[in-house]
């Protein structure tokens, strides 16, 4: 059975920066599409990040290209997100998740693309 737990998540000013990490058990991410998605008070979650079984590619949103970044290490089995120049519109709890096989670039931006979810982490952006 596959667990995704995140950590990382709290409470920052604006302009600062955050380090979310997603530890995989149950399957190895070398095998597995990483990513990352958001859901802030009233909206609908959305895909945030994703990233290959091989590191090769990633995807990003328009609103955090230049800002964050995926990264993984199969040898830990855990996927990172790191946030920088974070701004209040950034709030949400963050969900890490998982897509078994290897594919190619990793423009998987629907939440029905995916098979596994974390629990999230809440990050909170205070201006």
């Known amino acids: 059975q596959v667990q995704l737990v995140e950590s990382g998540g709290g409470l920052v000013q604006a302009g600062d920066s955050l380090r979310l990490s997603c530890a995989a058990s149950?399957?190895?991410?070398?095998?597995?599409?990483m990513g990352w998605f958001r859901q802030a008070p009233g909206k609908e979650r959305e895909f945030v990040a994703a990233i290959n079984w091989s590191g090769t590619s990633t995807y990003y949103t328009d609103s955090v290209k230049g800002r964050f970044t995926i990264s993984s290490d199969n040898a830990k089995n855990t996927a990172y997100l790191q946030m920088n120049s974070l701004k209040p519109e950034d709030t949400a709890v963050y969900y890490c998740?998982?897509?078994?096989?290897?594919?190619?670039?990793?423009?998987?931006?629907?939440?029905?693309?995916?098979?596994?979810w974390g629990q999230g982490t809440q990050v909170t952006v205070s201006s």
């Open positions: 998740t998982l897509k078994p096989g290897i594919g190619g670039t990793p423009q998987y931006v629907r939440e029905s693309q995916w098979d596994y």
């Open positions: 149950g399957r190895a991410i070398s095998e597995s599409v």
